[in-house]
């Protein structure tokens, strides 16, 4: 039974159409970060930028670096749509790819990781074995058919982010739309809607969209009777979330996985009007079978757990953001704060309050005026940059936090030296206060 679901061969229209509009997004992401400034911002002007914890030896190249950087993934999409060098550019892009995602978080965004994760997955997918620059010039590679597992590796993977995405919104401020009015507030300007999407009427339609969408949209396109309802809700739903939020080439990413889920006739009448469809019911069973499966239940198991391991550390994950990333949790809480960061000399008792704009860019005051990571971050650099004038210092931090336009509450425990403490990312962290 699990071989023949798993190893059935289908037609490979989906996967090549998929190919060619992730490699065009990916391109125009890669391409639009450099035109719209984003590099400049995130990469280039901070003197240092906030890595994953683990990962501080993974840093912008200096100069122009990463201009060059970026235009390379860029021109790597460009191969991988017209499929030229397909494993070699796909495997290149992921690579490129975690690399930016690692060495900043400052404009963290759950599409990055998801970004992440197909890259990674389409780099063992044979995308490039048919309407391909490959295909053209290696015949022998040339075919119509997949296995079935490609395409409900993907679906599975959709289905794991949308769900976690609706259950996350399953909350108080949330369910009582507060949240959404607050994310609608600086939205007020926008030409034609902006006054739209300060009614509450309108929150609610977002609010009970937003779940019920997430919950139901990957169910509705498996099904055949419900398929193009969802679809026409999707083109919807996602260019709604394009104009409103402004998520770059995500809610276009989201419509292309649609391929995934239509007849290969749709999809060749389309696209593909001269592709001969595969019209046999083959079950090839690969030589890397025990690999596949293993690696597959593996991989999707880790998918499974890992945005429930807040669960397992202490409080509120809304208020100590521990176990957040990586987790769906999209587009459900606004979060602001104070900070102030005063150093000891421990050697004289000598105390002086850090001036944050010395240090960082406007951004990234934001975030380390209210998010613990970066707290404890930046209380690393000041101990090495001081060090390397032969100090040894401690860092308190005195802060406040406001959740989802609440009132402030303190945040950091004003006793406890940051710059000596260590990060654990599955555990609790006895100097963030609780939530009272």
């Known amino acids: 039974m699990l071989n023949r679901f798993l190893f059935k061969k289908i037609d490979n229209a989906s996967l090549l159409i998929f190919r060619i509009l992730f490699g065009i997004l990916i391109s125009c992401e890669c391409y639009g970060a450099i035109f719209t400034g984003w590099v400049r911002r995130v990469l280039i002007e901070p003197q240092f930028t906030f890595s994953f914890i683990g990962f501080e030896w993974i840093q912008p190249l200096p100069g122009i670096g990463m201009y060059i950087y970026f235009f390379v993934m860029g021109t790597l999409g460009v191969l991988i749509a017209l499929g ?13 790819w975690t690399g930016v995602y690692l060495m900043q978080k400052t404009a963290y965004n759950n599409h990055y990781y998801l970004l992440i994760l197909i890259s990674g997955i389409m780099a063992f ?8 620059l490959d295909a053209k010039y290696r015949p022998s590679i040339k075919t119509n058919s997949m296995h079935n597992y490609v395409r409900w590796a993907i679906i599975l993977q959709l289905f794991i982010v949308y769900t976690y995405a609706s259950v996350a919104k399953l909350y108080g401020d949330w369910l009582d739309f507060s949240i959404i009015k607050i994310l609608m507030q600086n939205k007020s300007h926008y030409y034609i809607i902006g006054e739209l999407l300060q009614e509450p009427w309108v929150h609610k339609i977002i609010g009970y969209t937003g779940i019920l969408f997430d919950l139901l949209v990957i169910p509705a396109l498996l099904w055949k009777p419900t398929r193009k309802f969802a679809f026409g809700l999707s083109i919807v739903f996602h260019l709604f979330n394009s104009i409103v939020f402004q998520i770059g080439i ?20 389309l696209f593909l009007k001269k592709k001969e469809l595969y019209a046999g019911n083959q079950i090839d069973i690969p030589s890397f079978r025990p690999w596949l499966l293993l690696g597959g239940s593996i991989y ?99 802060s406040s936090v406001r959740i989802n336009g609440k009132p402030s509450k303190a945040f950091t425990d004003i006793k406890v030296d940051l710059a000596n403490e260590s990060w654990d990312h599955f555990k609790h962290h006895e100097w963030i206060l609780p939530e009272k």
């Open 125 to 132: 997918l044979p995308a490039h074995r048919n309407y391909s």
């Open 250 to 269: 995500f809610p276009y990413l989201a419509l292309a996985f649609t391929v995934f889920f239509f007849e290969p006739q749709t999809i060749k009448k």
């Open 84 to 96: 030229y060098k397909y494993r070699f550019s796909m495997i290149s892009f992921t690579i490129l």
């Open 300 to 398: 999707f198991t880790i998918q499974l757990l890992l945005p429930l391991r807040h669960h397992l550390i202490p409080g509120n994950v809304l208020w100590t953001e521990e176990g957040h990333r990586m987790s769906w949790r999209m587009m459900l809480r606004s979060r602001a704060g104070t900070a102030q960061f005063k150093i000891v000399d421990t050697a004289n008792g000598k105390e002086e309050i850090v001036r944050l704009d010395d240090y960082l860019t406007k951004k990234q005051k934001r975030k380390v005026a209210c998010y613990p990571d970066f707290m404890w971050q930046f209380a690393q650099q000041l101990k090495k940059d001081q060090a390397k004038q032969g100090k040894k210092i401690a860092v308190y931090v005195k």
